[in-house]
């Protein structure tokens, strides 16, 4: 796992940290560069990841691990934070009433919503906050806590703040990314395998093609600013 964590060139700072930017609401917003804490947060998630890689790969491929920590970047930032705070577990930002709303099966979500809900195993009121997206690629629902209790030996269901622990957010990224387990089918090595780059569909591997677009600039800027063979 060649992968080491290079300051950028200081006339480089200011270009680097426009690139990458934040998102509120949809709209992109500049920020400062990585502060104490998300530089820390990044060195312990590469010590992990380095620490867990070959449990899952067979080979180092920089590819895989540029897109990793892209799509962390995209799928776990603590942006309600000042300045936002990057590449560490995080628990969606939302608010009991919201969730239950959004992921709920009770009285105040809508017919389409609970439905969905009930479909992804959210059948108890309180399901929609308790199953809310947590670790590094934001797992959700009831049903995807139970898959990965079973996968990880761990009980998610009862103590969902688990999947908050770098180590277990982390086994279930490279997991789940290595076999195709968040959707059926889409893994790392059907894009990115070999000579292949195709960074687009890629993000088919978590939950389709939304931020496609953020994703692709993060694993780019990633690739050329944080990581170096």
């Known amino acids: 796992f060649p992968v080491t964590i290079e300051p950028p060139h200081p006339k480089a700072q200011h270009h ?3 690139k990458f ?3 509120e609401q949809g709209e992109k917003i500049n920020i400062s560069q990585l502060n104490d804490a998300s530089e820390g947060n990044l060195k312990n998630l590469l010590d992990e990841m380095k620490r867990q890689y070959s449990s899952y790969f067979e080979c ?3 590819k895989y691990v540029a897109y990793m920590l892209s799509t962390i970047r995209i799928e776990s930032y603590s942006y309600w934070s000042r300045p936002p705070e990057f590449f560490r577990p995080v628990a969606e930002n939302i608010t009991y009433e919201k969730a239950e709303r959004d992921y709920g099966c009770g009285d105040s979500a809508s017919f389409v ?7 992804n195993g959210n059948t108890a009121v309180g399901d929609g906050y308790k199953y809310r997206g947590r670790g590094l690629v934001q797992l959700t629902w009831k049903n995807g806590y139970e898959r990965w209790s079973n996968e990880m030996n761990a009980d998610f269901i009862n ?12 086994s279930i990224m490279m997991k789940g990314m290595s076999e ?5 089918g ?5 894009y990115l395998g070999g000579d292949k780059r195709d960074y687009y569909n890629a993000r088919l591997i978590i939950n ?5 677009g953020r994703t692709k600039q993060s694993n780019s800027l990633i690739s050329q600013s944080v990581l170096r063979k």
């Open 21 to 23: 930017g934040a998102y």
């Open 180 to 184: 195709g387990l968040f959707r059926s």
């Open 159 to 170: 103590q969902p703040d688990l999947v908050m622990n770098l180590d277990y957010a982390v």
């Open 208 to 212: 389709g093609l939304g931020m496609v």
């Open 186 to 190: 889409h893994c790392l090595s059907k």
């Open 113 to 119: 919503n609970r439905q969905r809900a009930i479909a």
């Open 60 to 62: 180092f491929n920089f």
């Open 16 to 18: 680097d940290k426009n």
